[in-house]
């Protein structure tokens, strides 16, 4: 296959390999066609695109986001406690589908300006989130949170479940597949997303794990991301919640678990025996004053991935604290928890726990042209003596220049081309406004 462009001219870094200081990218079909040095490069009439100072990467997997939550800006960091469990601020079910569409096309345009190229995306209006943010060119797993709690009562502690309600999330879960399951060319996908298992009975987690499991779906979730959750389940079903996942056929190498903080050993060896992956949020753990012990999960067969969640869509910054909180809990710098290991996580791994091992989070040939174009030339990345250490230590998701995937290019000269920014940015600055005046209407009432 001819390519239909061949990038030139630039550093490559991908995982497991050193990085290239002057490489080639070439894609055609989708596809990378073939990398390497430039001394390899073939001839070839193809457009090419030289790129001298600029670092070449995989496009990153985000692995847990709410794109909705784009909401809490500045907001959510200081509260000490997930949006949906705290009162005076806009919930899940206040917000109507206009307002999630506009949101999530701010949160995903976001994340793919600072070069995710895959989001795992849940929370409320899936029909409308899930094909806006494949309409923009990412990489999509979605749902609408699955619950069976009355979530205009959790914030006040009300964990009374209502199976009807539960009933109308699943029925919305099999729609939402029917509709978009492998749309988009194959790049939309959906996931079975029961929300935590505070807020689902444990009848709604079996019903969730038979529907993943006939459907042949992945499945995520949050688990122990409180100490209020731990003390809920324990209340309510005499166990752990990662013994209630696994009671439940929910804990398995198809699991997708974001937080995994408040886990005791038992937990870890539970988990990590399982196979399952936790989407790890370690800036938003540690300014929620807690740190997830990842080397514990990881030492115990666990899968480390990583994700955003409600806060800024910044991946580089994600694998920045998580090599540092993984450092605070060893007590070290050793050569266990380097910027590799970071890498990985917000690559190769992101893949391998959703399935696509081989064909995602690497720049080889055979893999999607999904390629990430981060522009060095800039003082805080200079001098420039090791391309991986600079970009884990000191980038940050604003370098990002261009980002392709399946070989067409999303992001050009740091502006989305699938979408008009200033407008984006109008829809979601209005659509916050407006539920940030209700919500406080709500608490004078």
């Known amino acids: 296959m001819q390519p239909d462009l061949i990038l030139t001219d630039a550093m490559l870094v991908t995982h497991g390999e050193a990085p290239i200081p002057r490489a080639f990218v070439a894609m055609g079909g989708g596809k990378i066609l073939d990398c390497g040095p430039m001394e390899r490069l073939p ?103 699955l619950h069976d709690v009355d979530f205009s009562r959790v914030h006040l502690a009300d964990w009374r479940h209502v199976p009807e309600i539960g009933a109308g999330r699943l029925a919305e879960v099999e729609a939402l597949i029917a509709q978009f399951h492998g749309s988009h060319g194959g790049r939309a996908h959906v996931i079975v997303a029961p929300h935590a298992p505070d807020t689902c009975s444990a009848a709604l987690l079996r019903r969730a794990a038979d529907l993943a499991r006939d459907a042949k779906l992945l499945t995520t979730t949050h688990l122990s991301q409180s100490q209020l959750e731990n003390a809920e389940i324990q209340r309510r079903d005499g166990c752990s919640p990662t013994q209630l996942l696994e009671r439940c056929g929910l804990l398995d190498d198809r699991l997708i678990a974001a937080h995994c903080i408040h886990m005791s050993p038992d937990d870890v060896a539970r988990f990590g025996a399982a196979g399952a992956t936790v989407a790890h949020v370690p800036k938003g753990n540690a300014t929620g004053g807690a740190i997830a012990n990842t080397p514990a999960l990881r030492a115990a067969g666990a899968r480390i991935a990583l994700g955003t969640d409600n806060l800024t869509q910044d991946m580089a910054e994600q694998m920045r604290w998580a090599l540092a909180t993984a450092r605070i809990r060893v007590g070290s710098v050793g050569e266990g928890w380097q910027p590799e290991d970071a890498f990985a996580m917000a690559t190769v791994n992101g893949a391998a726990a959703l399935g696509k091992s081989g064909r995602l989070g690497q720049l080889a040939p055979g893999f999607a042209a999904d390629v990430v174009a981060w522009d060095f030339r800039r003082a805080h990345l200079t001098p420039l003596l090791d391309p991986l250490g600079t970009l884990v230590h000191d980038a940050n998701g604003r370098d990002v220049e261009h980002v392709w995937i399946a070989g067409r290019q999303v992001v050009e000269a740091g502006r989305p081309t699938q979408a008009d920014e200033a407008a984006v940015r109008a829809a979601a600055q209005s659509a916050a406004e407006g539920l940030w005046a209700r919500a406080r209407a709500m608490m004078a009432a």
Request: charged letters at 15%; aromatic letters at 4%; one cysteine or more.
């Open 43 to 145: 001839p070839s009439d193809a457009p090419k695109l030289s790129l001298p100072g600029r670092l070449l990467t995989p496009g990153l997997i985000n692995i847990h986001t709410h794109a909705v939550l784009s909401l809490m800006r500045g907001i959510a960091v200081d509260m000490g406690f997930a949006p949906a469990y705290t009162p005076g601020v806009p919930h899940g079910h206040e917000i109507n589908a206009e307002e999630a569409l506009a949101l999530a096309r701010l949160g995903a345009m976001e994340a793919l300006l600072m070069g995710s190229t895959v989001m795992v995306d849940s929370y409320v209006h899936g029909e409308v989130t899930l094909p806006a943010i494949a309409d923009l060119g990412l990489r999509i797993w979605a749902c609408g949170r």
